[in-house]
Structures are given as C-alpha cells and as structure tokens.
C-alpha cells in the first residue's frame, strides 16, 4: 500500500519515484494515506542522501511540522547510519540548500556557523542575519529569487565589505 503519491505538475509522471512501506508511527487522527511526518522523514532517510535527509530534518523543525521533541523519537527509530547524524540536525537552517553547503563546507574542516546575526545590514539599520559566516570572516548568502531584492542585496554587500567582511552570494 502506498504510503503518499504526490506529484508536482511542473514534472512529468515519468519522474515520479513511489515509495512504500507500513508505517509505524501513523499520523495522528489515524488518517492511513497520510503519512507521520516521522514516517516522511524515515522514507527519506532510506531514499535519499545522507545530506539531503539532515536537510530534510532541518526543513520540518525550521517550518514547525517537527518538533524538536520529536527528534530522540525520529533518531531512535532510524537504521543505525542514519542515528550518526543526530548531531548534525540544525533547527535554524532557513533552506535545504543552507544545510547542504554547511554540511559540504564542514567537511572541509572550515568553522561554519548559521544564521549570523550582523549589526547594520537589516532594513531598519538594526541586527541581520547572513545564512552562513565561514570561519568568521567569509559571510555566504544562499539567496531564492522569491524572497531577495537585489537593490538591498548590493546594498547589504556595502555594509558587510566595510565591515571588514568578504560575502559570497549565490542564487
């Protein structure tokens, strides 16, 4: 029995991967075609990379359909690799693509911190955030298109160079 079907209509059919499996930890309200987000998570877990499964995990707490609670659950129940990569988890992640990068860049022994705050670079003047400060000097922007003007994005590259900073922005 098939657990989910979703499909995006940008992709063809052809593109669709179906996964089965008897979930465990049902959703609540007992709704058997919809899967637990734990479940989601696990399915991921055996489906996917390990960097895309943490990033998956860092979506769901980032957008409140996992609590952080829910993680010793999640972890105790995922295949042993998977458990490895607890500490890994980080809630203030704002995309997929910020924890991939952290992930890769951590890998290559660089100090990587998340969700900087910068005092200057808000519209207000007040305290910003970059998505990841590289060994305290390198500030890297993972921009969508959706959520970033460019006039302000020039604008906050300013303030950081002056203040003694080097930024790396990527669309």
Known sequence: TPVATFRDPRFPPT????????P???????????????DA???VARASSDDH???????ALQVKKLAPAALPLLFSVAPSHIRALAPLVDASAQSGLETI???RLRRR???VQTQVGIPGIAKSGGVGYVDLMID???AIELDGDEFHDPKFDRWRNGVLVR???RIHRFG
């Open 15 to 22: 593109e669709l991967a179906m996964h089965w499996s008897v």
């Open 24 to 38: 465990p930890h049902p959703a609540p309200r007992d709704t058997p075609w919809i899967a637990s987000i734990v």
């Open 41 to 43: 998570l696990l399915c």
């Open 53 to 59: 499964f943490v990033a998956s995990v860092d979506s």
């Open 101 to 103: 990068a952290r992930l």
């Open 109 to 111: 022994g660089h100090r």
């Open 136 to 138: 305290g000097w390198l």
């Open 163 to 165: 203040g003694g900073f």
